[in-house]
């Protein structure tokens, strides 16, 4: 069986490159075993000793935050490019997706709220502002739909995941929320995600 490769000293020039290193292997070590990954195996996997990791991050929650905060640049992003009444459908299927790729990351968010601040939440509740108020006024969504109704969406979905037993539902539980929460809108996610009208949509 072949040996991980030994950390490698990039030196303190490198730092930028390292921190991107430890944020890429978080995200996909959380997403693939929990939170509660060594953060040894984080260390190792994107190719740096642990006083690496903690030169960067001080805690895992901090380094879970990173993550969760590149997240969120890349919705703010989106929103950006997307700028007409469908946008709110692309930001909303996005969010859905991170939720569904690294729901531990909603927990590290629970967590940071104890140990540090963070405006994550004010970040996403920006970023859906102006693209709810266009869907709104072009009537692709209820009218009293609001900010607050999608963060619990997004919540709500995270909980669904967390408890779900069959495998390969979550996504299909997932789409039926943002049903529930608004038809149009959850089509709208349906169509992002190549779904079309599956059964979930049903009331069985």
Do not use: K
Request: proline share 6%; charged share 20%; hydrophobic share 45%.
């Amino acid at each position: 069986m072949p040996q991980p490769d030994p950390p490698r000293n990039r030196g303190p020039a490198a730092a930028g490159a390292n921190r991107a290193a430890l944020v890429e292997a978080a995200r996909s070590l959380f997403a693939r075993e929990g939170y509660a990954v060594p953060l040894s195996a984080i260390a190792r996997a994107a190719g740096v000793g642990q006083g690496v990791l903690y030169r960067h991050f001080g805690s895992r929650v901090s380094l879970a935050l990173a993550v969760f905060g590149e997240n969120i640049d890349e919705l703010e992003a989106l929103a950006g490019r997307h700028t007409d009444p469908d946008g709110l459908g692309v930001l909303v299927a996005r969010m859905l997706e991170q939720t569904l790729a690294n729901a531990a990351l909603v927990d590290a968010v629970v967590h940071g709220r104890v140990e540090q601040d963070w405006d994550g939440d004010e970040r996403v509740g920006a970023v859906l502002v102006r693209p709810l108020a266009r869907a709104r006024s072009a009537g692709l969504v209820r009218p009293d739909l609001t900010v607050a109704d999608l963060l619990l969406l997004v919540r709500c979905a995270h909980g669904l995941i967390g408890t779900q037993q069959r495998p390969g539902a979550a996504r299909a539980g997932v789409l039926r929320l943002a049903r529930l929460v608004d038809a149009p809108l959850g089509d709208a996610v349906a169509a992002q995600w190549g779904c079309g009208d599956g059964p979930d949509r049903s009331d069985s």
